[in-house]
């Protein structure tokens, strides 16, 4: 039976030994013949060690069924974000969204709908994520502070997690699914069109890293990227562990609940706290006062 990512965790009982298991990570990589760059390891913090990989639609939006309605659900809340939020917009998110520059009274949103089987439609997601809408997206980081940052800061009564993957090793493997699939690479970019097997209701299990040309400010400070899943009913660690078999390494590192405030201090001495990576964690802390999250 084919391992599963959660074979591969580790529970370092105070906070020097989850510092010294975070801190080992690249040269337990270079040790198996990995190549030692901070780049090929991708992290992602997550406050609760119990939860899959989950998407923000799948957790908040309740969306984990792949069908026509469930995927005309999730084109209403992108396209109902654009409409509402296209005033409030900085340019680069205009540009993202394929909404015109400010001043432009001609444009109107009801005519030039969002086209869901075009390249665009990741930037329109990208948006829509990065202000907190439920979209298909996952978020990871190369920065596995900040990652230890988003498994600490809430949460407190919960043990938190670290999960990681090579991306090097998850790379060749994807490529390898969409050559499988008889589907070329764009000879310029070297993507895949995605999203002419995402958006429809026979739409491919695949599952693919989402980068973009010019990152928002918030994805830099993170250093951060996507994934995302081709059906709404995949869950991210699930469909890696389908597409890995043996060829991807991956594990989690658990902090305990007893040492997240240790940690948080620990970042915050060396000067990673949540200004620092553009997280509004205030504002999450109220709207979970007033029970909205």
């Known amino acids: 039976m084919p391992q599963a990512w959660r074979d591969f965790c580790e529970s370092p009982s105070d906070l020097q030994s989850l510092l010294a298991t975070l801190s080992g990570l690249q040269s337990r990589f270079e040790a198996i013949g990995v190549r030692n760059r901070s780049a090929d390891l991708a992290f992602r913090g997550m406050a609760n060690a119990q939860h899959d990989l989950k998407t923000s639609l799948q957790y908040r939006a309740g969306l984990e069924v792949h069908d026509q309605q469930r995927l005309d659900s999730e084109q209403q809340l992108v396209e109902t974000f654009r409409a509402r939020a296209a005033r409030f917009l900085g340019n680069l998110d205009r540009v993202y969204l394929r909404v015109p520059p400010a001043g432009n009274c001609q444009f109107h949103l009801e005519q030039n709908a969002l086209v869901w089987d075009d390249p665009t439609i990741w930037g329109a997601l990208a948006v829509a994520r990065h202000y907190g809408v439920p979209t298909r997206l996952l978020d990871w980081t190369r920065n596995i502070s900040v990652a ?137 802390e109220a709207a979970a006062v007033l029970g909205e999250r």
């Open 148 to 284: 230890a940052f988003f498994a600490a800061c809430r949460e407190p009564d919960a043990d938190g997690a670290v999960w990681w993957f090579s991306q090097p090793e998850f790379h060749k493997a994807v490529h390898e699914q969409w050559d499988g699939w008889g589907v070329p690479p764009n000879p310029e970019t070297q993507q895949r069109s995605m999203e002419q097997k995402a958006f429809a209701v026979d739409a491919a299990p695949w599952i693919s890293n989402i980068y973009y040309p010019l990152p928002f400010p918030r994805l830099e400070k993170q250093a951060g990227f996507f994934t995302a899943c081709g059906r709404l009913d995949m869950v991210h660690n699930t469909a890696i562990d389908d597409l890995a078999e043996v060829r991807i390494t991956r594990g989690i590192v658990i902090v305990r609940r007893e040492i997240k405030e240790q940690l948080l201090d620990h970042l915050e001495s060396i000067g990673l706290r949540a200004s620092t990576i553009d997280y509004p964690g205030a504002d999450v």
